[in-house]
């Protein structure tokens, strides 16, 4: 039996059994487990020999969930903790993977809450004025089976069955209002929000996961970045914000800051009422780019390679001065632009671009 032969197997015999973030973790773990095994040096065929009879792989599933009472969390217990916010300056988070909550805190200390599970569970720690929390392994309940496929013997670890049907980790942490610490978050492909706070200064990075601030106000520079993850914000304030990501896409609406720059290779940015009184930089390979400008800006500059450009500037054109290079694409400017204070630069090679006044 070839791996997609495998994992499909088990797809079709849990679709009706369970909800699909818990087929798809079980997808997830023999998917790995079987690349490991061909990596020490076995085929394909034997490596998915390896992993056991998938109808037995299956049947234990379903017996295991059906143990657990529906709608709790599997083995999942929940832990409070509570720091005072006076001896906190800094905040700084970072797991392997998980869901990550920053929100309001209903009374003057800082609170964090997460769900520990039977393998994972997570650490929080106030070294000087700092606060750390961080995912860290309990222990693994692995067991050593032994395999004898193809007249080849060897021993294969794997682990606990009940292990790998527990409930995801999840972390939320309270910040009181009017207390502004630098908070940072960094994760592989949990997603983070991040709402109704203010924070010194905001630095969230994930691989995979989606990043959503609302309703944060930021006394320093807020930096938010992604690889394959949406980034959305709104209602921000803040001296700079920094958005970078790879494929996902970037909505804005509402934000009010001096510097605002944006990175994407192949994700939309769809960017409105933008307060930015000093400088806008985009840079799109691939992906549309939609800015609407709420007051004017000293300077916005706008570069794609492949992809459409609009701007929606406030004002007449006698506040601007526009430039437009374009190889191939199409330019369409809704005004004579003048010689003005503003500087609107825009470059692309093969996308469209329009401009236009909103007077």
């Known amino acids: 039996m070839t791996k997609s032969e495998f994992l499909d197997g088990l797809c079709r015999g849990l679709r009706f059994h369970a909800d699909s973030d818990e087929i798809q973790h079980m ?3 023999y998917s790995q487990s079987i690349d490991d095994r061909v990596e020490e040096g076995i085929s394909e065929e034997e490596a998915v020999a390896a992993m056991g009879d998938l109808d037995y792989i299956i049947s234990e599933a379903k017996n295991a969930w059906d143990r657990e009472s529906p709608g709790s969390a599997r083995k999942a217990g929940v832990e409070k903790l509570a720091f005072r916010s006076s001896e906190v300056q800094s905040l700084s988070i970072n797991d392997t993977s998980g869901d990550v909550r920053v929100l309001p805190s209903p009374d003057g200390d800082i609170h964090v809450e997460y769900v520990n599970s039977a393998q994972w569970r997570y650490e929080a720690e106030l070294v000087g004025a700092e606060l750390s929390v961080r995912r860290v392994r309990t222990g693994s309940g692995d067991g050593s089976v032994d395999f004898n496929v193809f007249g080849k013997k060897f021993s294969v670890t794997l682990p606990n069955m009940g292990g790998l049907f527990e409930s995801s980790l999840r972390l939320t942490v309270m910040l009181p209002a009017g207390t502004c610490i630098n908070t940072s978050v960094n994760i592989a492909s949990g997603s983070v929000e991040v709402s109704d706070i203010c924070v010194r200064a905001l630095y969230v990075k994930s691989a995979s996961g989606d990043i959503s601030v609302e309703n944060v106000t930021g006394e320093g520079k807020v930096s ?14 803040s001296p700079e914000l920094t958005v970078s990501t790879v494929s996902g896409d970037v909505d804005v609406n509402g934000l009010n800051c001096a510097s605002f720059g944006v990175k994407t290779v192949s994700g939309d940015m769809d960017l409105l009422e933008i307060n930015a009184t000093r400088r806008v930089n985009l840079y799109s390979v691939s992906g549309d780019t939609d800015i609407n400008l709420a007051i004017p800006c000293a300077e916005l500059s706008a570069e794609s390679v492949s992809g459409d450009v609009s701007i929606e500037l406030p004002g007449f054109e006698s506040l601007y001065t526009v430039n437009v290079r374009t190889r191939s ?6 005004g004579a632009a003048c010689a003005g204070p503003n500087t609107v630069s825009v470059r692309s090679v093969s996308g469209d671009v329009d401009i236009d006044f909103s007077r």
């Open 27 to 29: 997808v997830d773990f």
């Open 329 to 334: 694409g199409d330019t369409n400017i809704n």
């Open 224 to 237: 938010l970045i992604t690889a394959s993850g949406d980034i959305e914000v709104e209602r921000l304030t």
